[in-house]
């Protein structure tokens, strides 16, 4: 059986044919690269390039899985590496028929493995300009390396840092060349770690009021462009942050989910393999190549929130009012919800079997925080319709839990609107031991399109005015509004409080974790916020991955929640454990397709991801942190909320350039 890889050709100059000498790697189990900046052992003078084994020590680089092939392009050297595996399976080689696949390979649309998954079954797809041409499926017991006597080859170890390429022409080997003697001319770029880089080309780009000339790299995780300037002016652009890529002769157009729109403009010979690259890569599929580039035995941050510990923590078994449920653990009662709920201990199963057929998405009403006098509950809306159906249940579970407050995050008008639909709002008449109140807080679609006026605004003379026909300011006031009502009842009126928008995952989430910002200091530390973030957004299931799509049920909710954690951060600036720069970061690590903490849509869909990703928790830095912290013993952060009080986050200023 042949694995066959090969890295395309970059044509900046001519040459018929050419093979490669460069360095590889395994890393981990079943973790093969091409790597310049590690240790080699390959490479023969042959018509085919033979992965060999290091016949002296009997070592070879043939892991026991294989899970994933990666490869790296040489820049502007206009080389092929093709690359061979050949395993012997049951003491018998396999070989498949590749006459079509290498004639592929010999043709400018040349094939590229797309897939290759090796469990107990070797299961391996080939393409050639994006359509499958061959696959082939193994059943695997033991294998070996297939021993090449009749082989030429030269095992060398290479512990230089750039890749060395031998040029060959007419079967005559010419002089090596580096890579950094082809490219000393376009300034150096830094990867990080899984970065693997797939072509390079000179470019002009601008940005704002800035233009500048330099070089633009692709690789698997971003566009990156590097001046050539003594300012180092360098812009990096996730595939995962990019909204729309629009092209002309000459020039690619870019806007991006953070609100930037960039220019690339590129000469047109080079244009077809920038698109031709950036057309293989999906920005979302970086995170696991970044989970790969790391010890399996690293902490990788999934451990920083543990519910029992959460609400031991928070003191909610020391009266004997609530209950650990574990009515979901595999997410059959509600899969948007955690597997582990808590609940009061006067609440039944079968009551809450009840009011989930009641509640929209089965979301019932759960708690998310307990305090020494007051709860603070979360749901979705009734499903009580335009004939006000009632659930009994739904109306003694308020009663039960001294639920005295039901807030509303919508506009009432949207709430009633929700009727047609059979769902709505809890009516005054059934529900006699609460009041309601609405918010006014607008859906998600007004909040992007407030978001997306904030455009480019920075640069304009006009920029007040912008910034007010946004309604950007209007909406943030709105959600400090609704917390801070939220944290009054609970502190001041020492009465539980029960928050839902629709569904219970936007608005919801919202409203929850910015009043216990008011009202527990340990969300205003750095390992406090993490815990929050991870309770009532991602357990909770908001949903991360469709609001950071290109699709009509994107918008920036989280970013939204960020810039009002700010405000109250200006207002209380020693109360905060980390820093605005830590909210910065979270603002661009939402989109930067790197961390499994945002990939997810739920606490289910996210155990799918954990043990082959980063958790962004694991990131910590010097300016993460307030170095004025002092821990404070308010029962409460009495914020100002009307608009006068606030102010344009400057993180809407980070890709300003002068």
């Not at 395993?87 to 390979?105: C, G, P, R, S, W």
């Not at 451990?303 to 909610?316: L, N, Q, S």
Request: hydrophobic share 35%; charged share 25%; proline share 2%.
């Amino acid at each position: 059986m042949n694995i066959w890889i090969r890295v395309p050709t970059i044509k900046d100059f001519s040459i018929e044919r050419a093979i490669a000498q460069t360095n590889i790697k395994t890393e981990d189990v079943g973790y093969l690269s091409l790597n310049k900046e590690q240790a080699a052992q390959v490479i023969g003078k042959n018509e085919q390039w033979i992965w060999c084994i290091d016949e002296a020590s009997n070592e070879g680089w043939v892991p026991k899985s294989m899970s994933k092939i990666t490869t790296v392009i040489i820049p502007r050297l206009g080389a092929n590496i093709d690359f061979r595996v050949t395993l012997t399976i049951k003491n018998q080689v396999h070989k498949f028929n590749y006459q079509q696949e290498m004639d592929a390979f010999i043709s400018e649309d040349f094939g590229l493995f797309t897939s290759v998954e090796w469990t107990d079954t070797l299961y391996i797809v080939l393409e050639a300009s994006h359509r499958v041409i061959s696959t082939k499926k193994y059943d695997l017991t033991d294998f070996k390396v297939e021993k090449q006597k009749n082989c030429i080859f030269e095992l060398t170890n290479f512990k230089r840092s750039s890749a060395t390429i031998i040029i060959e022409v007419n079967d005559t080997e010419e002089k090596v060349q580096s890579v950094e003697e082809k490219s000393n001319s376009l300034p150096s770029i830094n990867l990080i770690s899984g970065e693997i880089l797939r072509y390079t080309c000179t470019a002009a780009a601008t940005s704002g009021l800035v233009s500048q000339t330099g070089k633009l790299s692709i690789t698997n995780y971003r566009f990156l462009y590097t001046s050539s300037s003594k300012y180092d002016y360098v812009l990096s652009v996730p595939h995962y942050a990019i909204d729309s890529l629009l092209v002309n002769i000459g020039q690619i157009t870019i806007s991006t989910k953070d609100l930037r729109t960039i220019d690339f403009y590129i000469n047109q010979e080079y244009m077809r393999y920038v698109l031709d690259k950036y057309s293989e890569l999906t920005g979302m599929h970086f995170c696991f190549d970044y989970h790969l580039a790391f010890s399996t035995f690293q902490d990788f941050g999934w451990t920083i929130y543990d519910p029992e510990r959460e609400f031991t923590r928070m003191g909610a078994f020391d009266s004997n009012l609530y209950k650990r449920l574990d009515i979901n653990q595999e997410y059959k009662f509600c899969e948007s919800y955690p597997s582990i709920l808590f609940q009061p201990v006067s609440i039944t199963t079968d009551e809450l079997e009840i009011i989930a057929n009641f509640r929209s998405k089965r979301r019932i009403p759960t708690v998310t925080w307990v305090g020494k006098a007051s709860s603070l509950f979360r749901s979705s809306q009734p499903c009580v319709g335009v004939f006000y159906s009632r659930c009994k249940e739904d109306e003694e579970y308020m009663a039960k839990s001294g639920i005295k407050y039901i807030i509303d995050a919508r506009p009432k008008v949207s709430a009633r609107a929700n009727k047609v639909k059979g769902k709505g709002f809890e009516h005054s008449a059934y529900y006699t031991s609460c009041k309601m109140y609405f918010m006014n807080i607008p859906n998600i679609h007004k909040i992007r399109a407030s978001y997306e006026a904030l455009k480019n605004i920075t640069t304009r003379d006009d920029f007040l005015m912008l910034l007010n026909n946004s309604k950007w300011m209007s909406y943030i006031k709105n959600l400090l509004t609704a917390a801070k009502a939220v944290a009054d009842f609970l502190v001041y009126q020492r009465a539980s409080v029960l928050v839902h928008c629709s569904d219970g995952w936007d608005r919801t989430s919202q409203i929850s974790s910015l009043a216990q910002i008011l009202i527990d200091p340990f969300y205003r530390t750095f390992h406090g916020f993490q815990v929050l973030v991870s309770k009532d957004w991602i357990s909770f299931g908001h949903k991360f991955r469709d609001r950071g799509s290109c699709t009509s049920d994107s918008s920036p909710i989280f970013v939204q929640f960020l810039d009002a954690v700010y405000q109250i951060m200006r207002q209380y600036p020693n109360d905060f454990q980390f820093s605005n720069s830590y909210l910065m970061f979270l603002a661009e690590a939402v989109y930067s397709g790197k961390y499994g903490t945002f990939m997810a849509d739920s606490e289910k869909n996210l155990k799918s991801f954990s043990d082959k990703t980063v958790s962004v928790w694991k990131e910590e830095s010097e300016d993460f942190f307030n170095p004025n912290y002092n821990q404070s013993t308010a029962e409460i952060l009495n914020i100002k909320t009307q608009v006068s009080s606030l102010t344009f986050w400057d993180y809407f200023y980070k890709w300003n350039v002068n």
